[in-house]
Each structure stands twice: as structure tokens, then as C-alpha cells.
């Protein structure tokens, strides 16, 4: 399982090396050092071969004594390297002076902010950015933000960018820039980022990809975490998804919530994709007056008249429905009706769209009416309509590093809605009431801008419910379907519409052995 660590999660595992005697931090900071250099001579080849030339900024933290290490080990290769120190010297930490000490024995180190900016020095290179990383505190001033910027002036066009550990001025926890006091956010716009152990929170949340460029993490021999405390990286579905024979009826049967006439689009597609990943049935639960439309818009899918709470009650009476959507075109009065009776059933449910929506005067009503056994898939406006304070706390200036995050948040929420809520986006978060938390992003080699596209929501509700209704529990099915959505937008490709991705699912399963 891969995981995402804050700042302080990385601090302990460092800590833990150090009580065991596993490694001493001059261990680490070497092997660090040398994660940068391979990492980037991996990235440009022709950096192997012929030796360049680097431009160092280190910081006055542990961050700027990997820049010291990466600095010497560059020069011993040959290259032309320039190293620049934001601070004094007698300021570093003692793993982060022995390597300036080191370096000094090698070449000279420049006072930063700079009395006079570095020029080029050639048409290429590799600027390094050693200023902080997990112990950014505070935002980047006006004199280091200076110093940044003068580095992406003419004559660094043709230059790489590579960020030790993280792009400073970005939060090791949250992804998010840090606000300075006079209001700025700078930070370094890396090409590659270069972590250690385990990737950050940092790296995929927010901001962080945008900022890291591509992301690479070098093994400095600590030993993997086991606190319960950690974020799971989403890269595969969380159980096998092949089909182990039976009935139709062993394979659940999933009710999806329909809209009104010219409405039933949204419910239709979430429907389709609760079959495409193995429901044994779905129906459509629609209003008389758009009975005409469904019916001449499925096949697979069934259809029954629902108009108002008791038509469903009176169907959840047979169990074998054991999964409900609702939201997805639903419309607030609808849900309003609907949604009440669908909880009251006590089966697995996705809420999604209007069916959050329609709270958003009365959230404590919704969250006392739901049970373990649901999914909330809101997307930011939603969120912020049921969980307005906590929404607040992340559009805001974070002012301080480590700042709150988007996983601090949906885990806040998941403990009030006292079940599963996915918040979505190219960083998707979801987290159990307990606290389990995991991130599903769209970002690096898994990009998949064409995913914002009208309807792609509905889909990823429709999948979880087919999920469930396949009997897979809430936190599982979650995860899966998010993965799975992402995996049919990639086979698809640019051109995307919601309508493609059931489409693109067989394929899809049929790639992971379902
Ligand atoms: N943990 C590990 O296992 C390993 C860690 N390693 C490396 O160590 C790095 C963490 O080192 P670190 O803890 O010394 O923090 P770092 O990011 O260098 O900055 C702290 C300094 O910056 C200062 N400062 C903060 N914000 C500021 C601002 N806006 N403007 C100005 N100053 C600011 C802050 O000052 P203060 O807030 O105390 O006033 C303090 O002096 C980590 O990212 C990785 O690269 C590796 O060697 C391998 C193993
Ligand atoms: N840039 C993006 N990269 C990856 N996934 C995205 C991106 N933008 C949106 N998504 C995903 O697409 C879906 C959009 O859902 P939603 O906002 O509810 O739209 P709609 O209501 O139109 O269906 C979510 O699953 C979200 O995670
Ligand atoms: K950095």
C-alpha cells in the first residue's frame, strides 16, 4: 500500500531511525542528496552524459543541507555549480553545516537574497531549489520570493527546475502555497520534485502537483510506517472485481433515483454505470410524467414508477433492492420527498447532487438521518453548502505551515455526516467516519483534464452504488469506483463525454483481470 505522509508523520519515521540506530541524519541527508542527483539524471539523460552546470539555493533548515550535498555531488561530476545560502552559516543545523563545511572545501557559497541576481551562465542547467520543505512555516517574503523570481527571468528559459523534497513555498500537509504577511504566495514552480521515504500529502493534494511538475521519491533506507494515522494513495482497486458466477440476483440489485421529464439524463447515466461494473440489476425509480422519456432511452435497465415516499418505501419492502442512488437530476423537492424514505430503509445509498443540495438549509437534519452504510460525493460548491465552516477553513489564506487540508476537512466531515464522504476533483479525498482516509488523484502520469465534463459525476455515483449493491462496503467502494472512473476517462482519452465512460469499462475490467 503506498502512503501519503505530512510533515510531522516524516519527522517520526526519521526519529524512529534514529532510536533504533538505523541511520544517523548525516546517513540520510547523504542518501538524499544522492536521490536528487540520480533522480535527475534520470529524468534528462543528456545530463548523464555530459556534465552541466546547477545554480543551489539552500535554506537556513535540513533542506538546505541536502542543496550542500547535491552541490558537491554534482561538482564531483564535473559540473560548474553555484551555491547560494539563504542566512548564515552558523545558523544550520549540525547534518546541515557539516555539508556546507564540506562544500566549502570545494567552492564558495553566495549570500542570499542575492547582491547581485545569477545570471545564466550558459543556455542550460539545472536550477535546485534547497530553500525549505517540510518545515516551511510560514510564507515565502518579498526578498526570497525576489529571488525566485529572478530566476525564471530571460536566459533560464532552456533551464530545468528540480525541488528538493518539496517546491518551496508549497505545504508539506496541504498542497496549498503559504500566505506571506504582506499577502503574496510565491513558490517554485519545480519540473521535477524530488522526495524522500514516502511521498507528502503535500505532492498530490491542492496545488501540489501544479507546482511539483513530475515527482520522483528516492529511498533513504527508513522503514515503513505503521501508525493508523496514514493516507492511502489510491492506485488500484481496493478488491479483486471479477464476478464468481451465481444469479442475477447474487449480484445485487441497485435502485437509481430518477428526475422529472427532461430531467432524466443524470439518473439514466449513473444507472448505466451501476450495470456496467456489475450490478446483477438496476432500476429506474421515476416519476410518471418522465416514464414516456426513460422508456425510450433503455433496454438493460429496468423502470418503476416512483412519485413520492411511500411508493418507494412500499418498493425498499423488497429486499433485494439493496442499493440506492439519489441525486443525480433528482431536483430538491424530489429529494426533499425522496430521500428521507430511502435513508429510513437503512440500505447502502450514494447521495449525490441535488439530493446534498437540497439540505443545505438544514444539514444536521440530513446528518441525523444517515447510517454508516452511505456515501456523500459532493464536489466543492456541495461540500461548502453542507459543510460550510470546514469548506471556509480551506478556501482561506493559510497563513502557517503545516496548513489544514483538504484530508483534515473531509475527515471532519466524514466524523459529523458519521459515514463515508468523497469529496471530488483532480485530488479526490474520501474518509470514513473513523477516520480512514485516502486520495485518489488525477495528477502526474494519471492526468485526466477531459474528466471535467458535464455528467462525469453521475457516473462515479452510479458506480459506487453498483459497487455496493455488489455487496462491497462503502470505503471500499469509494475508492474502487474513483479508480475506476479515472482509468475509463484515460482508456477514452481526449473528446470525453459522461456518456463514454460506462462505455469504457469492459475495457477497462477487463485490463485489471475482472
Ligand atoms: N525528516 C527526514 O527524515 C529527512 C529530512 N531531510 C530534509 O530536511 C528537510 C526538513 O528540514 P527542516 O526540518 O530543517 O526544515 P526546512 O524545510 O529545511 O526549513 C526549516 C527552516 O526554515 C525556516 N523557515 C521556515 N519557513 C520559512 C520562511 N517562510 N522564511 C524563512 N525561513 C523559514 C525555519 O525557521 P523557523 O520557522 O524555525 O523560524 C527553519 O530554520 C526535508 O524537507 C528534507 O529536505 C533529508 O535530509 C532526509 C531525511
Ligand atoms: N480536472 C479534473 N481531473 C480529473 N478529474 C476531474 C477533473 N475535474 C473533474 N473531475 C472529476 O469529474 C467528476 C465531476 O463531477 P461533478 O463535479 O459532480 O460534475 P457533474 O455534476 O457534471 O457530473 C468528479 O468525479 C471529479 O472528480
Ligand atoms: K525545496
Keep these: 500500500m503506498t502512503v501519503l505522509l505530512t510533515a510531522r508523520q516524516m519527522r517520526d519515521a526519521e526519529q524512529a531511525a534514529f532510536a533504533s540506530g538505523a541511520a544517523t541524519g548525516a546517513e540520510l541527508m547523504e542518501r538524499a542528496g544522492e536521490g536528487v542527483v540520480s533522480a535527475l539524471l534520470n529524468s534528462w539523460g543528456e545530463l548523464a552524459v555530459v556534465p552541466s552546470r546547477a545554480i543551489i539555493l539552500c535554506g537556513p533548515g535540513n533542506n538546505g543541507g541536502d542543496g550542500f550535498v547535491i552541490a558537491r555531488l554534482l561538482a564531483r561530476r564535473g559540473w560548474a555549480v553555484r551555491v547560494f545560502l539563504l542566512g548564515q552559516a552558523d545558523g544550520l543545523p549540525p547534518d546541515a553545516r557539516l555539508n556546507h563545511d564540506r562544500w566549502c572545501t570545494m567552492g564558495d557559497v553566495r549570500r542570499l537574497p542575492f547582491d547581485t541576481p545569477p545570471q545564466p551562465e550558459g543556455p542550460s542547467g539545472v536550477v535546485v531549489d ?252 456541495e461540500f461548502a453548502r453542507l459543510f460550510p465552516d470546514l469548506s471556509a477553513r480551506l478556501s482561506g489564506p493559510a497563513r502557517r505551515g503545516p496548513a489544514v487540508s483538504r484530508v483534515d476537512m473531509v475527515r471532519a466531515a466524514a466524523a459529523r455526516a458519521g459515514c463515508t464522504v468523497l469529496l471530488k476533483g483532480p485530488d479526490t479525498v474520501i474518509a470514513a467516519p473513523d477516520g480512514d482516509a485516502a486520495v485518489h488523484a488525477a495528477v502526474y502520469e494519471r492526468a485526466t483534464p477531459w474528466l471535467a465534463t458535464a455528467g462525469a459525476g453521475d457516473v462515479l455515483a452510479g458506480l459506487i452504488c453498483g459497487l455496493m449493491a455488489r455487496g462491497v462496503d462503502p470505503w471500499r467502494a469509494a475508492q474502487t469506483a474513483t479508480f475506476l472512473h479515472v482509468e475509463a476517462a484515460r482508456h477514452h482519452g481526449p473528446g470525453l463525454i459522461a456518456e463514454d465512460l460506462p462505455e469504457a469499462l469492459p475495457a477497462v475490467l477487463r485490463g485489471l483481470g475482472a
Excluded at 505532492?203 to 505503521?226: N, Q, W
Excluded at 481496493?238 to 445485487?252: I, T
Aim: hydrophobic fraction near 45%; charged fraction near 20%; charge should be negative.
Design 130 to 381: 534547497a530553500l525549505f520543505g517540510t518545515g516551511l512555516t510560514r510564507g515565502l517574503g518579498p526578498e526570497v520570493a525576489g529571488v525566485l523570481e529572478s530566476l525564471e527571468a530571460q536566459g533560464f528559459e532552456g533551464w530545468y527546475r528540480v525541488a528538493v523534497d518539496l517546491p518551496s513555498g508549497l505545504c508539506a500537509d496541504s498542497g496549498r502555497r503559504i500566505t506571506a504577511e504582506d499577502g503574496t504566495t510565491a513558490a517554485f514552480r519545480a519540473d521535477l520534485t524530488v522526495s524522500f521515504h514516502a511521498a507528502k500529502l503535500g505532492h498530490y493534494l491542492d496545488e501540489g502537483a501544479e507546482f511539483c511538475g513530475a515527482l520522483a521519491v528516492a529511498d533513504i533506507g527508513l522503514s515503513p510506517e505503521a501508525t493508523p494515522e496514514l493516507v492511502r494513495l489510491v492506485q488500484a482497486p481496493a478488491l479483486p472485481l471479477g464476478k464468481r458466477g451465481g444469479h442475477k440476483f447474487d449480484h445485487g440489485h441497485a435502485l437509481v433515483l430518477s428526475g422529472g421529464f427532461g430531467r432524466t439524463g443524470a439518473a439514466r447515466l449513473a444507472a448505466r454505470a451501476a450495470l456496467r461494473v456489475g450490478a446483477g440489476l438496476v432500476t429506474l425509480g421515476v416519476p410518471g410524467a418522465a416514464q414516456m422519456e426513460v422508456a425510450a432511452q433503455i433496454t438493460a435497465l429496468m423502470m418503476r414508477r416512483i412519485e413520492a415516499a411511500d411508493d418507494l418505501a412500499q418498493m425498499l419492502e423488497d429486499r433485494r433492492l439493496n442499493a440506492l442512488c439519489l441525486g443525480p437530476g433528482l431536483g430538491a423537492d424530489r429529494a426533499r420527498e425522496l430521500v428521507p424514505a430511502a435513508l429510513a430503509a437503512g440500505r447502502a445509498t450514494v447521495l449525490d447532487a441535488d439530493a446534498l443540495s437540497a439540505f443545505s438549509d438544514a444539514p444536521d437534519a440530513l446528518f441525523s438521518a444517515l447510517h454508516p452504510g452511505c456515501v456523500l460525493t459532493p464536489h466543492g460548491g
